[in-house]
């Protein structure tokens, strides 16, 4: 589905029209819905004419003038015509609701997976004010809210304002003199209900951000659950949780009370209208000046009208419903980027080993503008060869792993890579050539063989399981109940830290990407498995351009180069020899780790 097809403006109820390229390709089927919601709406728009022929002729004056509907048929074949008309109208209509549910269902697909693919898109920025739980109501709550309009309420509400409609004309045909009495009288009521319907819509939207906000608080929590559980915060959650779903049921319950209130004031408006210009019409059969068929008919159309009425009360409503829901989709539909594809993008260089340069970047995180992450930070790193970055926390050496990712933009300066700005790379060559263990590593609810495979999908199994031995993570594995088939639980739960940190290093190793990033890759390793799991990285690191970051210095020895970081600047360099010698803020460090 494309996405530049939607309209950029999802404000007000025209945010349902943002649904519209989304229906698009379905438009055949769209068609043929309507076909038999006309079909089925002019059926039964023929029963009262059926029905006043039935009484005029069985139990009135006879024969209708003219031979009414159905001709000249007697008694029983005017229920035999009526008979097939319900069993035709009964088909139209379940062939109707099979059509629309199968629309509303493939929309609600097709939008799902266009808003996640969108948020896949986003860099990290995005999440710094946007929490996922609040992602994930939108593309469950809300999109379910659209299902139900466009797979029942829309054809609902189309159907009744058919009905409407029609029994609104056929009145005017049956009786011009009652029909002027309810239009005018309905007209009068036009405005409170469009009055009502805005505040609807308005507490609608309240009311799905509020359910927001607790399925964002819970997504957090659950996440949480061990340090929740350590610091015996259960009670204290539960009622933060409880709190946040009050507010959200007193929301919908002020939403509830004002579209009651619109029902209310709908159906008892009309049907008081429809009530009065009946008893008009009651008279006007006893002065002979309307027949008892014509009035039945009347009765019938009326009834019609007051049952569209009715349905459309509460179809607006979920219209209502539906368009905050629309606004909130279309919000992360339409959300930009901040890292942006090139238009032209470079091929990546050609050469098997890559170099870095930093040249004299300035970083500042979008939330905090006024303070620099990175201040003027110069560096040539050349191809394959091993740089460690090393210095206090918030430093700024994991802000340089985010920009040679471009998980943001530099504010001043360039990276290059291999001799290519990577404001000049498309994002998945820049990416594919970058493999990287993160201080905290993702494990995926899989099995050990598929989280190990994440790092490239095309990988053999015994690919996996090499990779898997250089990271000295075979033998762990190995000892699991299914082995390399074992489900590792939600983000990894069935593995201790290490084990998680030795999966994400085979990911990385398996990926044999030309670039290799390590943010504190063994920090959560016992000295054993750190002397193992070392020997494979240094393997993995030979003849690739490598980026170390390390609190611990001592894994860090053997690399050809240090570079220390002090509030987002470089203040030394060289080798850890050199560095010692020189007495500097890398010699104070290393006194304190490595002299004990």
Known sequence: MPRDAVPASPRRLSALRGLAPFLRPYRVRVGLAFALLCIGSATILVVPLAFRDLVDAGFGRGAAPGG????????????????GLAVFWALAVAARYYTVSWIGERVTADLRSAVYEQVLGQSPQFFETLQTGEVLSRLTGDTTLIQTVV??????????????????????VTSPYLFALILGLMTLLAAPIALI???VRALSRESQDRIADA?????????????????????????????RTETGFATAVSRTRVRAAMTALVIAAVMGTIIFVLWIGARQVQAGTLSVGELGAFVLYAALVAGGVGTLAEV??????????????????????????????????????????????VFCYPARPAVRALD?????IAPGERVALVGPSGAGKTSLFQLLLRYYKVSAG???IGGRDVRELSLHDLRRDIAIVPQEPVIFSASALENIRYGRGDATDDEVRQAARAAAADEFVARLPEGYGTFLGERGTRLSGGQRQRIAIA????????????????????????????QGLDAAMQGRTTLVIAHRLATVQRVDRIVVLDGGRIVETGTPADLRRQGGLYARLAALQLDL
């Open 414 to 416: 360039s990276i290059r």
């Open 68 to 83: 009414g509907l159905f001709g000249t048929a007697g008694l029983d074949g005017h229920f035999i015509a009526l008979s």
């Open 197 to 199: 319907g805005r505040r």
């Open 376 to 380: 003027d930070v110069c560096l040539d």
């Open 151 to 172: 797979g029942s309420s829309v054809s609902m509400g189309l159907r009744s304002l058919f009905q409407f409609g029609g029994g609104m004309a056929m009145l005017a």
């Open 316 to 361: 607006w409503g979920d219209v209502m419903r539906a368009g905050g829901a629309a606004e909130r989709l279309l919000e992360l539909l339409h959300a930009e980027p901040a890292i942006r594809e090139p238009l032209r993008p470079e091929p990546p260089a050609a050469a098997e080993r890559l170099s870095i340069a930093f040249d004299h970047v």
């Open 507 to 534: 990911r990385a190793i398996l990926k044999n990407a030309r670039l290799l990033l390590l943010d504190e890759a063994t920090s959560a390793l016992d000295a054993e498995s750190e002397i193992l799991v070392q």
């Open 215 to 243: 399925s964002a608080l819970a997504g957090e929590i659950l996440n949480a659950m061990p340090t929740v559980q350590a610091f015996t915060q259960e009670r204290n959650e539960a009622r933060r949780f409880a709190g």
